[in-house]
């Protein structure tokens, strides 16, 4: 598994949690280390280790976790990037989700050796859609339950999602827009400020 999913997980429990927390996890899945690169490369049963040991710790079913890392990817200020990279898929978030088929691609040019979840947006209506997920690493569902729920608040949407569960190597979830414009999203610029 690639060092970024690793790391993101390590700052999501640090972060939310606090250091000793972190050190509790690490200890609970065997690890060696409790810093984990972001360029390297690890086992995927670490990964594994890791989320199960941050269910035991942090005291929650480990879906729970997965989505709440998937919230943490997009809200954090640590990791304000991935929001803007998200942000630039549409003007608002039919557009947002029609352009998740490319997100792979699109993390791949930032980090070439980096391979997320290829995803397919089926439109079943224009309220009705369908995220399929395809990944050997089940899990990754729940962590786009997360990333969809926060981005559609980001965009003032109101939306229903709901994991449909595993089959074989593939999560689907289903999306339904309940009002496009529930509330005013939150400010996105194009060019970031500096300072």
Known sequence: MHGLINRAIQCFVRDSYGQSRWIEVTRLASVETTDFEAMLHYEDSVTDDLIMASAKVIGAPRETILEDIGTYLVTHPNVEALRRLLRFGGLDFV???????????????AVDDLILPSLELREHSSECFSLTCRHDQL????????????MADDYGALVFLEHQGAQQDAEVIDITLVESAFASGREFELGARAG
């Open 139 to 150: 899990g990754f569902g729940h962590v786009m339950i997360g990333i969809l729920r926060t």
């Open 95 to 109: 557009e947002f989700l029609q352009s998740l088929d490319d997100l792979p691609e699109r993390a791949r040019l």
